[in-house]
């Protein structure tokens, strides 16, 4: 595995704003052997330059400003997508959840390293499975977003060596309903049950899903899921 490596990534051009509100000018992004790095060449390729901070600003439409109060990001990888959520909501809580000890610990430290206002936000971080390792906190989202892997992970390949951030182990304890197997939206579905234990009154989850598989198969996953 290569080393990490730390960025330097221009906000106002990143996040598309004039003058970031609560984001320092220039962040300084550590990205670990276990995470992706942004394509910071082209963002229209980025995932969380084009289509997570658009999102977000979707939501703030509909929500109304200052609304969002607490904002949580599982898987979050370099935490990007987090500070994302930082300058569009303005929330006060940021949890962020991924699958390695390091990944974790770099995310969370490229969100408290690259605010205006170090003590605006208050971030919890968990490594583990989905929402899970935030349970200790009883922390209530008003946006829980998650941009999960669909493809399940080879069983053999050792979580200790591979990276494994756009894979997911297909061995779940909860019961998926097989044509939610059937699209590849196993983990989609699993972070939906998840979310209903941390969930403020009136939050809403924001699933990342593309556009391979019919939209009416993401309604049928949220209603399975128990949200229609």
């Not at 019961?175 to 939050?203: I, M, R, W």
Request: charged share 20%.
């Amino acid at each position: 595995m290569s080393k990490s490596q730390t960025l330097s990534i221009d906000s106002s051009r990143y996040f598309d704003v004039a003058t970031p509100l609560r984001l320092r000018d220039t962040l300084s992004i550590e990205v670990t052997a276990r995470s992706f790095p942004p394509y910071l060449d082209d963002l229209r390729a980025d995932w969380v330059a084009s289509v997570a901070v658009p999102a977000f600003r979707i939501v703030k439409g509909q929500r109304g400003v200052g609304a969002v109060r607490s904002f949580c990001s599982i898987g979050t990888g370099t935490g990007l997508d987090a500070l994302g959520a930082v300058e569009v909501f303005g929330p006060t809580l940021v949890g962020i959840t991924d699958v390695h000890d390091e990944v974790v610990a770099a995310a969370a430290a490229n969100i408290r390293d690259n605010l205006r206002d170090v003590g605006s936000v208050t971030v919890i971080a968990g490594t583990g499975d989905l929402l899970s390792p935030l349970a200790p906190d009883h922390p209530r989202f008003d946006v829980i977003y998650e941009n999960l892997p669909n493809v399940p992970l080879d069983e053999s390949a050792p979580l200790e060596k591979d990276r494994t951030s756009s894979n997911f182990f297909p061995s779940r304890r909860e019961s998926v309903p097989e044509k939610v197997k059937t699209n590849l939206l196993t983990l989609h579905y699993v972070a939906l049950l998840q979310a209903k234990d941390f969930l403020a009154a009136g939050g809403v989850v924001l699933s990342m899903l593309g556009g391979r598989v019919p939209l009416q198969s993401f309604l049928d996953m949220s209603g399975l899921a128990g949200y229609l």
